[in-house]
């Protein structure tokens, strides 16, 4: 303590508010107070104010006071507080690139896939709808080599945070990564380096979503989109 008020005193720091925590009672609740610091001393204090809370906050979250920005149709959920973006990419054709020699690489129909990027971190999900997936739209494993609901980027330059501004640039990221066979794609009745022969090069337009292998939680129910906005899920 001594050697932390000796360092504010050479930085010529000076005390303004103090703010006091707190907590029981029978509903467990939080009270905040906020007292002035007059010549070192401490004064009595009020509950904290909605603005004065707001104020306090954005000084360690500066993002807490942005104005609102317009978001694509294909962001689903973004919380720059958590640092989690949310985000979808229709059912369409992309370039995968194969590093196992009896894949070629090339242009392959894909189903509709989730992203969702925190902290750094990366998760995916299929789906088998064509249109924006809701709440309620049912999650199937990703078809990629090295992709278990979790993504494994290797040694991939990934963009940083992940907004929605360069969420195109994550995606980018994935797709120019080269899938190996260290983890196999859970597919339903049929094997990944099958179905990938099968759809690269080959001018098919559509992913077989037939094949997506759906997932279930301990209660044997579907997983559904919601389920991703739980702040730790990742599978």
Known sequence: MDEIKTNLAQMQYQGMLAYVIYTG???ADVLVTEHHITD???GSGSPISKRSLLDLCS?????????????????LGYSPTTDTLVWWKRPGTDNLFFSQKDIKSGRAPLPGLIFKVQQGHMS?????????PTPTTEL????????????CMGNTPLPGTATPENYLEWEKAFFNSSFSGDWTPPLKGIKGKVLWQALVNRNIKEFPVKYLSPIKDTDKKPVTLASIFISNYHN
């Open 140 to 151: 199937y494993n990703a078809p990629f080599f090295n992709v278990s609901n979790s993504v």
């Open 59 to 75: 000084i360690v979250m500066p993002t807490i006071k942005e104005s609102p920005k317009f978001l694509e149709e294909n962001i």
């Open 124 to 132: 995916m999900w299929a789906v088998k709808v064509k249109t924006r």
């Open 25 to 27: 009672g029978k509903d």
């Open 40 to 42: 070192g001393v401490v």
